[in-house]
Structures are given as structure tokens and as C-alpha cells.
């Protein structure tokens, strides 16, 4: 990179290293998060693997140790403390750590064998995260758990139905532009702030073309709405971006993160390859927001479209949800239990993302032990997780077939493939006996099933669009041969699970039937009992009976859960728009999770949503039109507010005696009253593609596969890129992006060296700084001298929608000197990289 302009020098590092910090409340949201996964993916492993000799129960308590409390975990044993004061966060240097994974000096645990590779990675990143605790009682252990009480706690804030609230009296009747801003007016009345002004013009269209569709306004359409005075110019714009194909690729993408999508597995053994057709969902859930699809529609579809009548094939694609599901290696020749151990985590995985994503509740919580916060019992796990076992992951055709046809092909499938492994096996064993190589015959036998296998293949998926989906099969894990371990999968046939003591797949207890969470169904289901097979357990009062139960799950959570879905997906709307939802566990609306920040607010929006058809456009009008949206996001503008007695008392109820007089910096510091708007940094999606909106090179083609965005030769938008649970692309890994092999419930926003050596020294950004130099240049008109200053403004316009200020003008100038191709692409380069093209205001 050519720094001889010490000027130069200077704006591209200066751009670069003023990047944003991190939200006080994020520190709140990733504690909250890790005492999350403490109890989804820690506690569970403990429970069953080391309180036989680390816990209250256990005969003799050895080592000193107890993994049984708060208390023990933070104090350690005999050999000192689990993790380094030093280095808390350091997995390696943790004592529990090295434990676990068989690195330390003194003795392996679990003694009676290392713990999968999976689970080693969980207490890492658990350790990784600060390793948090849940609270503890006054004496340093938890405090003892009680039976649940259903009645009690369907009294909680979060399982109430939703209903319409009346609109608060306010202050300033001038105000409100739509009903949710009287609810936001009078938090702030009762605190004594008041709301920032309205942002100007420039800044608003900015702000509402990155929010709805994800890129930025041309200069011409900056200044055509800046110079429009008609009174609803502004309502004109929001329809037009809502209307745009643009808005579901924006959406889409937010919409993703809650699915986890991607396009491979977290391993790629032979039994987890990737999946062959996973963006059909993607695409799928794309047209969904452009055409609007009502939410209850969207969440049915997901998890049944195949159970749906009426329904076009295409719409099999939907439940993409569910097939493009993390899937794990599960090696034949391991053991039955081994086997069917990992098979319950990609139940349990699934249903955590059926129920966080949909119901934010976190339902795998209660896998090993009622939920110790939630109105949640073990057999509401169980009767989900039988969902899920009679649920098969499948690549299904999304045009008419005959259903008949189709089962002949795909069990014949499913046997020559397993004929085929079991036969290379068998090759591999006898070729290792050199006494006992493979015979004519047999090596006859293994090409004939490769040949029908790939016969097979190509009879189910001759030139027609297929699809990762799921359909109805139960899964049974077959160990009645010692040497080989196989999947049982019977279409048609669901199954019901017995809880497993513990979370233990080796102690199994009672069926459970299938059906929906307790103290969300309208019906108290009866008690289960135990029962001699899944037929009779099927019968009981409230069980799903139709098949997996997929359908009637869906149709639970936006029937009797209602009201709960309507706010987790209302709340997630407006996260996205304001930069901090309402409540701040978007994926937790249980004890454990944030009280909403305006509860009357979040309900009534809720109901009014509900109401209006579930429409997902309705609720951006409401956001983006309101004015708590349109307010500044400058720090410097908040003003104090001093209404009269007299006013107060006959403009507003209850605030006689509120504070009329206070620093909203230090009143609200985190600005959960919204007295301002918050200021955001782009996702590196939205910036990605702003950066070839300006080049001119972004790709506007809708769907089809996936590419690298590795690759410069990429230009396409970011959310047709490709998505991997091994690796992600950098540009994604540097800047935030999910991890996505779990649901992710909300973007935690980092600031690292790393990102700002991105900004200086990416090509990406150095091409397109270049390309963008060559098109302002070839734009001047023929024959015409090309003066430093109308190329720098042009610059200005082209990267930022504006004109430069006159003390920008000089020093641009100065950078560019005599003008050198060179000189004008640092320039670019650096608007590029700062700060006002990588937030939003």
C-alpha cells in the first residue's frame, strides 16, 4: 500500500481505527447468554458424568471437589481452583479444561473414558465465555428446586395473552406519529427527558434504505427526497423500499440467523456430508418476506409444509428449517449407546431452535431436570424431542411426484446404500487380513451396488428441482449386530420417547407422548403414565396424533402460544430496526431473560399485529413511520424538558410529581427509553454490499446456488454467499457473524485489530476503491479537463450521497496532490473505510 502522503496516511488509519465499541448492555446479553449455554450444554454433561463422585450424593466426595453448586465449580477442589485467575477465559490454562479433554498432569476425567469431540468444544467455549454461573442461594449453593407449579407460572408476564392496551396520556400531543409513540413518550415523561429532534433529511434516507433493503441511497435520491416537500414523501419512500425485491434479500438474511442456515455440517465425515440443494430455503424465505406472507403462515410452513394440503411442492422448501439441521458423524462400527447419544443431541439441537427461535423459551434446559426457572417439566422436553425423533431429514423433489413411485425408490435407496457400506466395511476388513483377501465374487458384488446405487440417484433426481426438507419417519438406532450400528428410519411411523434419566440415553424412564408444552396449551393435558409402547402412550388427552406432530406443534405455537410468538418475533422486528430489541434476551422471555424495557408497548404491538394479519410490512410501517424512529441519534441533542405544573396535570395522569430536569446522558446512559435514536454499525452483509452498490458491480440476480465470498469475482449480494459451519468466509468471521451451528439469538458486536487490517489492506476494498476511481473519471464529459475538484466531489457523492464540506474540499485536495490514479483511490479507499459509510446515524 503506497503511504508516501502522510495526509493520506493519516485519514485511512484515522477512518479505520475509529471503528465502534461495543453496547454496555452487550457485556449484560453475552453473560445472560452464557449462563444459557452453562445450563443447555454444561450442566447436562456434569449431571451425568461426574456427580457420582463430585456432588452431595456422591458416597465418597473425591478430590475435595463438588460440581453440584455455584459455590463448588467457583472454589474448586484439593488440586485449586478450575480456572486460572490469570487467564480466566484461557481453556487450556483451566484445570477443568485439561481435565476433560485428557491434557493435564494429574488425572483424565470422566476416568471411564474421554468425552466426545463435541462436548470437549462445549466446555471451551463456555470457558471461552467467562465460564458463568447461574445465581446462587445466601449460603453459596442453589437454591433447592421446587416441584413445577403449571398454574403459577402460567401468571408470568411473557405467557399472558396478548391485548390491546389504551394509549397513554402525554405530554406533547404534537408528537406521537403513531401509537406506539405515545407508549415511548410517556416512559420518557415519567423519567423527566424528552425526545431528540428529528433526524434531517440526507441522514433518514440513509438510515430506512439500509434498514428496509440493506444498501444506500444514490446522491440523486438523497437530494430528490431531501428537496421533496409534499407531507407524505416520507410514507411514499417506505412503500416503495417494502415493495422492493430488495427488501426480502434484507430481511431474508435477519430471518437466517434465527434458522441457523448454512451449507454444510460442523464436521464432514462420509455420514455428514454436506447437503446438496440448501439454498431453496434460503430463497424460499426471501419471497416469503417480499410477498408478505402472514407470520402464522411462515412459522406453519417451516416446520409442515409436506403435512399442508393445498399447498404447491415448491413450498416444500420451507421446512429447509429443519432439514439443513447441524448433523453430527455417527460411525457404524461405534456402539448403540454412542450412537443414539448423538442422535439425542440433533434432537435436542432442533427442538432448541423450534423453541428459541419461535416461543423464546429455552425447553432444552429441561433435557436432563424440570427447567430450574421456567414452568417447563422434563416430559414438555420429551414429548417435543419425540417431534423431532419422528422427524427424518431427507433431499425431496419440489415439483409432483408419484408418492408411491417415490417411496420404492428412496427405501431401495436407503437399503443398497447401506448394503454398499456395510460390503466396503467388510472389504476394508478382510484387504487388512492379508490371509483373508476379498474374494471375485465379493468385489463383483460391491461394483454391482455401486452401479444400482447410482442408478437409484439418478431415477430420483433427473433434472427437477429438489430440496433439503424433512418428512415423517421415526428414528430407532438398531444395535443388534455388535460390529455395525445402524439407523432405523420407518417413514410413516412416528415414535414417542421415554425420558432419559439424567439426560442418559442408558436409562431410559417413562414414555412421554408427543404434544405441546404444558403451561402453553389451553387444555391441561392429564398426567402421563408409564405405558408398555408408543401406540397406547399416543392416545393420551392432548397428544399430537397426527403424524410427527410437526403440524400440530406449528399450529400450537401460533394458537394457543399465540401471544408469546407475537412477541418474540415483534421484538425481534424492532431490534433489528433500533439496534436493541425491547427485550434484551430476544430468545429468552423466561425468568432467566430481560424484562421488556416497555412492557405495555411490546403487548399492545403485539396485539395490534396479530390483528392486522400477522403482516410483516404492517409492523415496519408502525416501526419506521413512527417517531421515535425519525429522532437523531446525536448524543449532543438531548434536551432538557420543563413542562408547567398546570400542563402536566391536564395533558398527562400520575407524572404530578416527576423529575422535570435531567441529563438523559446519565439519566439513560444506555438509551432504553429511546430519548434518541441509536447509532449503528453495518452487519457485513449490508456493508459488503454497499460497497458494490457504489462500485456499480452488485449482481442483482435473485437466488440460485451459492458462492464463495472469498471470491473477488463475487459480486453478487452477501446473503447469496456461501455459508459454512467449518469456515466461514472472512469477511463474515472478522465482523461478527453467527456461529452457525446453533440458533443465534442476537449479533454481538466486537471491535478488533483484525477488522481495522481489514479495512487497510483487503483487495476487496482496494479493487473496488480502484473501480469506482475509473468510472467518476470515464464519467466527465469528453474533451473536458478533469479538475481535482469536481472528481473529488463526485467521489464524494458516488461513496457518501453528498457533497463534501469546504474543509473536507481542502484537505481531499491536499491528498490527492497532482492528481496521481493512485492519490484518488486512497481517497475512495478511505471514505470506504470510515466511519460514516460504516454506520448508520
Given at each position: 500500500?503506497?503511504?508516501?502522503?502522510?495526509?493520506?496516511?493519516?485519514?485511512?488509519?484515522?477512518?479505520?481505527?475509529?471503528?465502534?465499541?461495543?453496547?454496555?448492555?452487550?457485556?449484560?446479553?453475552?453473560?445472560?447468554?452464557?449462563?444459557?449455554?452453562?445450563?443447555?450444554?454444561?450442566?447436562?454433561?456434569?449431571?451425568?458424568?461426574?456427580?457420582?463422585?463430585?456432588?452431595?450424593?456422591?458416597?465418597?466426595?473425591?478430590?475435595?471437589?463438588?460440581?453440584?453448586?455455584?459455590?463448588?465449580?467457583?472454589?474448586?477442589?484439593?488440586?485449586?481452583?478450575?480456572?486460572?485467575?490469570?487467564?480466566?477465559?484461557?481453556?487450556?490454562?483451566?484445570?477443568?479444561?485439561?481435565?476433560?479433554?485428557?491434557?493435564?498432569?494429574?488425572?483424565?476425567?470422566?476416568?471411564?473414558?474421554?468425552?466426545?469431540?463435541?462436548?470437549?468444544?462445549?466446555?471451551?467455549?463456555?470457558?471461552?465465555?467467562?465460564?458463568?454461573?447461574?445465581?446462587?442461594?445466601?449460603?453459596?449453593?442453589?437454591?433447592?428446586?421446587?416441584?413445577?407449579?403449571?398454574?403459577?407460572?402460567?401468571?408470568?408476564?411473557?405467557?399472558?395473552?396478548?391485548?390491546?392496551?389504551?394509549?397513554?396520556?402525554?405530554?406533547?400531543?404534537?408528537?406521537?406519529?403513531?401509537?406506539?409513540?405515545?407508549?415511548?413518550?410517556?416512559?420518557?415523561?415519567?423519567?423527566?427527558?424528552?425526545?431528540?429532534?428529528?433526524?434531517?433529511?440526507?441522514?433518514?434516507?440513509?438510515?430506512?434504505?439500509?434498514?428496509?433493503?440493506?444498501?444506500?441511497?444514490?446522491?440523486?435520491?438523497?437530494?430528490?427526497?431531501?428537496?421533496?416537500?409534499?407531507?407524505?414523501?416520507?410514507?411514499?419512500?417506505?412503500?416503495?423500499?417494502?415493495?422492493?425485491?430488495?427488501?426480502?434479500?434484507?430481511?431474508?438474511?435477519?430471518?437466517?440467523?434465527?434458522?441457523?442456515?448454512?451449507?454444510?455440517?460442523?464436521?464432514?465425515?462420509?455420514?455428514?456430508?454436506?447437503?446438496?440443494?440448501?439454498?431453496?430455503?434460503?430463497?424460499?424465505?426471501?419471497?416469503?418476506?417480499?410477498?408478505?406472507?402472514?407470520?402464522?403462515?411462515?412459522?406453519?410452513?417451516?416446520?409442515?409444509?409436506?403435512?399442508?394440503?393445498?399447498?404447491?411442492?415448491?413450498?416444500?422448501?420451507?421446512?429447509?428449517?429443519?432439514?439443513?439441521?447441524?448433523?453430527?458423524?455417527?460411525?457404524?462400527?461405534?456402539?448403540?449407546?454412542?450412537?443414539?447419544?448423538?442422535?439425542?443431541?440433533?434432537?435436542?439441537?432442533?427442538?432448541?431452535?423450534?423453541?428459541?427461535?419461535?416461543?423464546?423459551?429455552?425447553?432444552?434446559?429441561?433435557?436432563?431436570?424440570?427447567?430450574?426457572?421456567?414452568?417447563?417439566?422434563?416430559?414438555?422436553?420429551?414429548?417435543?424431542?419425540?417431534?423431532?425423533?419422528?422427524?427424518?431429514?431427507?433431499?425431496?423433489?419440489?415439483?409432483?411426484?408419484?408418492?408411491?413411485?417415490?417411496?420404492?425408490?428412496?427405501?431401495?435407496?436407503?437399503?443398497?446404500?447401506?448394503?454398499?457400506?456395510?460390503?466396503?466395511?467388510?472389504?476394508?476388513?478382510?484387504?487388512?487380513?492379508?490371509?483373508?483377501?476379498?474374494?471375485?465374487?465379493?468385489?463383483?458384488?460391491?461394483?454391482?451396488?455401486?452401479?444400482?446405487?447410482?442408478?437409484?440417484?439418478?431415477?430420483?433426481?433427473?433434472?427437477?428441482?429438489?430440496?433439503?426438507?424433512?418428512?415423517?419417519?421415526?428414528?430407532?438406532?438398531?444395535?443388534?449386530?455388535?460390529?455395525?450400528?445402524?439407523?432405523?428410519?420407518?417413514?410413516?411411523?412416528?415414535?414417542?420417547?421415554?425420558?432419559?434419566?439424567?439426560?442418559?440415553?442408558?436409562?431410559?424412564?417413562?414414555?412421554?407422548?408427543?404434544?405441546?408444552?404444558?403451561?402453553?396449551?389451553?387444555?391441561?393435558?392429564?398426567?402421563?403414565?408409564?405405558?408398555?409402547?408408543?401406540?397406547?402412550?399416543?392416545?393420551?388427552?392432548?397428544?399430537?396424533?397426527?403424524?410427527?406432530?410437526?403440524?400440530?406443534?406449528?399450529?400450537?405455537?401460533?394458537?394457543?402460544?399465540?401471544?408469546?410468538?407475537?412477541?418474540?418475533?415483534?421484538?425481534?422486528?424492532?431490534?433489528?430496526?433500533?439496534?436493541?430489541?425491547?427485550?434484551?434476551?430476544?430468545?429468552?422471555?423466561?425468568?432467566?431473560?430481560?424484562?421488556?424495557?416497555?412492557?405495555?408497548?411490546?403487548?399492545?404491538?403485539?396485539?395490534?399485529?396479530?390483528?392486522?394479519?400477522?403482516?410483516?410490512?404492517?409492523?415496519?410501517?408502525?416501526?419506521?413511520?413512527?417517531?421515535?424512529?425519525?429522532?437523531?441519534?446525536?448524543?449532543?441533542?438531548?434536551?432538557?424538558?420543563?413542562?408547567?405544573?398546570?400542563?402536566?396535570?391536564?395533558?398527562?395522569?400520575?407524572?404530578?410529581?416527576?423529575?422535570?430536569?435531567?441529563?438523559?446522558?446519565?439519566?439513560?446512559?444506555?438509551?432504553?427509553?429511546?430519548?434518541?435514536?441509536?447509532?449503528?454499525?453495518?452487519?457485513?452483509?449490508?456493508?459488503?454490499?454497499?460497497?458494490?452498490?457504489?462500485?456499480?458491480?452488485?449482481?442483482?440476480?435473485?437466488?440460485?446456488?451459492?458462492?464463495?465470498?472469498?471470491?473477488?469475482?463475487?459480486?453478487?449480494?452477501?446473503?447469496?454467499?456461501?455459508?459454512?459451519?467449518?469456515?466461514?468466509?472472512?469477511?463474515?468471521?472478522?465482523?461478527?457473524?453467527?456461529?452457525?451451528?446453533?440458533?443465534?439469538?442476537?449479533?454481538?458486536?466486537?471491535?478488533?485489530?483484525?477488522?481495522?487490517?481489514?479495512?487497510?489492506?483487503?483487495?476487496?476494498?482496494?479493487?473496488?476503491?480502484?473501480?469506482?476511481?475509473?468510472?467518476?473519471?470515464?464519467?466527465?464529459?469528453?474533451?473536458?479537463?478533469q479538475r481535482p475538484d469536481r472528481l473529488v466531489r463526485n467521489l464524494f457523492r458516488r461513496i457518501l450521497s453528498r457533497d463534501p464540506s469546504p474543509q473536507e474540499l481542502q484537505s481531499a485536495l491536499r491528498l490527492v496532490g497532482n492528481g496521481a490514479p493512485e492519490d484518488y483511490r486512497l481517497l475512495a479507499h478511505g471514505l470506504l473505510a470510515g466511519n460514516e459509510f460504516l454506520f448508520v446515524d
Amino acid at each position: 500500500m503506497n503511504l508516501r502522503n502522510p495526509v493520506c496516511h493519516l485519514l485511512i488509519v484515522a477512518a479505520a481505527l475509529l471503528a465502534g465499541v461495543p453496547a454496555k448492555g452487550d457485556d449484560v446479553n453475552r453473560a445472560r447468554d452464557g449462563v444459557e449455554f452453562f445450563e443447555k450444554q454444561i450442566r447436562p454433561v456434569l449431571i451425568r458424568h461426574c456427580h457420582e463422585c463430585h456432588s452431595a450424593g456422591a458416597k465418597k466426595l473425591k478430590g475435595g471437589l463438588r460440581l453440584d453448586t455455584v459455590a463448588g465449580i467457583r472454589r474448586g477442589g484439593e488440586n485449586g481452583p478450575l480456572f486460572d485467575a490469570k487467564a480466566p477465559r484461557k481453556a487450556k490454562s483451566s484445570r477443568l479444561y485439561q481435565a476433560v479433554s485428557y491434557s493435564g498432569d494429574f488425572v483424565d476425567m470422566p476416568p471411564k473414558g474421554k468425552l466426545p469431540t463435541r462436548v470437549i468444544a462445549d466446555f471451551r467455549r463456555w470457558i471461552e465465555l467467562g465460564a458463568p454461573l447461574p445465581a446462587a442461594g445466601d449460603d453459596g449453593t442453589p437454591r433447592p428446586q421446587k416441584a413445577v407449579d403449571i398454574a403459577a407460572g402460567r401468571q408470568f408476564w411473557s405467557f399472558q395473552p396478548v391485548r390491546l392496551i389504551a394509549a397513554p396520556n402525554v405530554s406533547r400531543a404534537d408528537w406521537p406519529r403513531t401509537r406506539a409513540d405515545r407508549f415511548i413518550l410517556r416512559k420518557l415523561d415519567e423519567a423527566g427527558l424528552a425526545p431528540s429532534p428529528e433526524a434531517d433529511r440526507a441522514t433518514l434516507i440513509r438510515r430506512v434504505y439500509f434498514d428496509l433493503i440493506g444498501l444506500p441511497p444514490t446522491y440523486a435520491e438523497v437530494r430528490d427526497f431531501v428537496n421533496d416537500e409534499s407531507p407524505d414523501a416520507y410514507e411514499r419512500l417506505v412503500e416503495r423500499l417494502l415493495a422492493s425485491p430488495r427488501y426480502g434479500e434484507r430481511w431474508g438474511r435477519h430471518w437466517l440467523d434465527v434458522a441457523r442456515y448454512a451449507e454444510d455440517h460442523p464436521t464432514s465425515e462420509s455420514t455428514c456430508k454436506p447437503p446438496l440443494y440448501p439454498h431453496p430455503y434460503r430463497d424460499w424465505v426471501i419471497r416469503a418476506f417480499n410477498d408478505d406472507l402472514p407470520y402464522d403462515e411462515f412459522v406453519r410452513r417451516q416446520l409442515a409444509a409436506d403435512l399442508m394440503p393445498g399447498l404447491p411442492p415448491s413450498e416444500i422448501a420451507a421446512t429447509g428449517f429443519l432439514g439443513l439441521s447441524p448433523v453430527y458423524h455417527k460411525e457404524p462400527k461405534l456402539s448403540r449407546d454412542v450412537i443414539l447419544a448423538i442422535v439425542a443431541d440433533e434432537w435436542d439441537e432442533r427442538l432448541d431452535t423450534v423453541t428459541r427461535g419461535f416461543l423464546g423459551l429455552t425447553v432444552a434446559c429441561a433435557r436432563c431436570h424440570d427447567h430450574k426457572f421456567d414452568p417447563i417439566k422434563r416430559e414438555d422436553y420429551y414429548a417435543l424431542a419425540g417431534v423431532m425423533a419422528s422427524t427424518q431429514l431427507v433431499e425431496w423433489p419440489l415439483v409432483s411426484i408419484d408418492p408411491r413411485a417415490a417411496a420404492v425408490t428412496d427405501t431401495r435407496l436407503a437399503i443398497v446404500d447401506l448394503e454398499l457400506r456395510v460390503s466396503y466395511a467388510k472389504t476394508m476388513l478382510n484387504t487388512a487380513r492379508e490371509e483373508n483377501r476379498p474374494t471375485e465374487r465379493h468385489r463383483e458384488r460391491h461394483e454391482r451396488l455401486k452401479r444400482e446405487l447410482d442408478e437409484l440417484r439418478q431415477r430420483k433426481t433427473p433434472r427437477m428441482p429438489m430440496a433439503n426438507a424433512v418428512r415423517d419417519a421415526g428414528l430407532w438406532v438398531n444395535g443388534d449386530d455388535p460390529t455395525w450400528t445402524a439407523l432405523d428410519f420407518r417413514p410413516g411411523k412416528p415414535r414417542n420417547l421415554p425420558i432419559f434419566i439424567r439426560g442418559s440415553v442408558t436409562s431410559p424412564g417413562k414414555i412421554v407422548p408427543r404434544r405441546f408444552l404444558e403451561v402453553l396449551s389451553r387444555s391441561r393435558p392429564k398426567p402421563s403414565r408409564r405405558v408398555a409402547d408408543a401406540a397406547s402412550a399416543g392416545a393420551e388427552a392432548g397428544s399430537f396424533r397426527h403424524g410427527s406432530g410437526r403440524l400440530e406443534l406449528a399450529n400450537a405455537i401460533v394458537g394457543d402460544a399465540r401471544g408469546l410468538a407475537a412477541r418474540v418475533i415483534v421484538n425481534r422486528v424492532w431490534g433489528w430496526h433500533f439496534g436493541r430489541p425491547l427485550v434484551r434476551t430476544p430468545s429468552n422471555f423466561g425468568k432467566l431473560g430481560d424484562r421488556p424495557s416497555h412492557l405495555k408497548l411490546l403487548d399492545d404491538l403485539a396485539a395490534r399485529f396479530i390483528e392486522h394479519g400477522w403482516s410483516l410490512k404492517w409492523l415496519h410501517r408502525e416501526i419506521v413511520l413512527s417517531a421515535a424512529y425519525r429522532q437523531s441519534s446525536s448524543h449532543s441533542v438531548g434536551r432538557f424538558f420543563k413542562p408547567s405544573v398546570a400542563r402536566l396535570e391536564s395533558r398527562t395522569d400520575g407524572l404530578k410529581n416527576r423529575p422535570t430536569e435531567r441529563n438523559p446522558q446519565s439519566a439513560d446512559p444506555d438509551n432504553r427509553l429511546l430519548w434518541r435514536m441509536n447509532r449503528r454499525r453495518l452487519e457485513p452483509e449490508a456493508w459488503r454490499d454497499a460497497v458494490l452498490s457504489v462500485a456499480k458491480r452488485l449482481d442483482a440476480k435473485f437466488g440460485g446456488k451459492s458462492d464463495s465470498l472469498d471470491k473477488l469475482e463475487n459480486v453478487r449480494r452477501t446473503v447469496y454467499g456461501r455459508i459454512s459451519r467449518q469456515r466461514p468466509a472472512d469477511i463474515l468471521r472478522l465482523w461478527d457473524f453467527p456461529d452457525a451451528k446453533f440458533h443465534s439469538s442476537w449479533r454481538t458486536l466486537t471491535t478488533t485489530p483484525l477488522q481495522q487490517l481489514y479495512l487497510l489492506n483487503s483487495e476487496f476494498i482496494r479493487r473496488h476503491s480502484r473501480g469506482i476511481v475509473e468510472q467518476v473519471a470515464a464519467a466527465e464529459r469528453p474533451g473536458r479537463t478533469q479538475r481535482p475538484d469536481r472528481l473529488v466531489r463526485n467521489l464524494f457523492r458516488r461513496i457518501l450521497s453528498r457533497d463534501p464540506s469546504p474543509q473536507e474540499l481542502q484537505s481531499a485536495l491536499r491528498l490527492v496532490g497532482n492528481g496521481a490514479p493512485e492519490d484518488y483511490r486512497l481517497l475512495a479507499h478511505g471514505l470506504l473505510a470510515g466511519n460514516e459509510f460504516l454506520f448508520v446515524d
